[in-house]
């Protein structure tokens, strides 16, 4: 009788674990991840995974060292450039451009502000939803199904069934928990990515962060949602956010809402 019962605990354990392990893997359903793939490109020092290409983003790493690395992007008229990592890892860049031929260089400095290009790799997109750019995280907008905003949308959004209701709810959380960080305003440094983690952890940023916290908050509910970097009013450097929700597009400026700029006149220099 004994064995009996500790078998069956045992079993009971397992179905516990079992069940554990469902309710997490659906509560991450709906958060979709970057992913390397078997589809690969080489030039140079630059390798390209563009196997999820048709999910809106390529995923670009060069060789370990010391030196300082930039990627260089063109598609059509539009140029970005963007500090890649020298650990030798995977960074993910979205095509926020839409469908049509991305063009990838990589530079490495030599000295100074002097960088020899070391790779170029071409890549034609064909998204069946432009849409799907905004939907993942980035360099830019960087998280994971575990960091704190992802799983605090999660809580808020659970018992809502419209994007309309789940835009509303990030919205009025975005107003009534953060305050905007003046000491790091005036200290940040140029070319600083913006910094959800931290951010969330004092409920506190300056512009990029805030609004890199609520497009994370919005990506992971389905409701695509982009980084807008430019300036106010043609004087003031600024972020601020645009979401897809139903259909319409719908504009936040997280900065705004808490009283630390006003409205104005919004110039975009780029998104992500």
């Not at 069934?161 to 003046?182: G, L, P, R, V």
């Not at 949602?225 to 139903?246: K, P, Q």
Request: hydrophobic share 40%; glycine share 6%.
């Amino acid at each position: 009788m004994r064995r009996e019962a500790d078998w069956r605990k045992v079993l009971l354990q397992c179905v516990s674990l079992a069940l554990l392990f469902v309710l997490i893997s659906f509560s991450f359903a709906d958060v979709l991840m970057p992913s390397t793939g078997k589809q690969t490109k080489k030039n140079g020092g630059l390798v390209i995974d563009y196997s999820h290409m048709d999910d809106g983003y390529v995923m670009v790493k060069s060789a370990k060292g010391k030196k300082k690395l930039k990627v260089r992007v063109v598609m059509g008229k539009e140029t970005l450039t963007y500090d890649l990592n020298n650990d030798g890892d995977y960074e993910v860049f979205p095509l926020q451009y839409g469908n049509g031929k991305y063009t990838f260089t990589l530079y490495k400095n030599v000295s100074g502000k002097k960088y020899s290009e070391e790779g170029k790799v071409s890549l034609t997109a064909k998204m069946p939803d432009e849409l799907s750019a905004f939907l993942y995280p980035n360099q830019y907008v960087d998280y994971n199904e575990k960091t704190a905003a992802v799983l605090e949308a999660e809580k808020l959004c659970k018992d809502m069934s419209t994007e309309k209701e789940k835009y509303k709810a990030i919205c009025n959380y975005m107003k009534s928990h953060f305050a905007y960080d003046y000491i790091k305003s005036v200290s940040v440094k140029a070319g600083q990515l913006p910094q959800i983690d931290d951010a969330w952890k004092k409920h506190m940023g300056i512009c990029q962060d805030l609004s890199a916290i609520m497009v994370a908050m919005l990506r992971t509910q389905g409701i695509p949602a982009r980084l807008m970097i430019g300036t106010l009013n043609a004087t003031t450097y600024h972020a601020w956010v645009t979401a897809v929700v139903d259909g319409k597009e719908e504009f936040f400026d997280p900065t705004a809402a808490l009283n630390a700029v006003s409205n104005g006149s919004y110039t975009v220099e780029r998104y992500y």
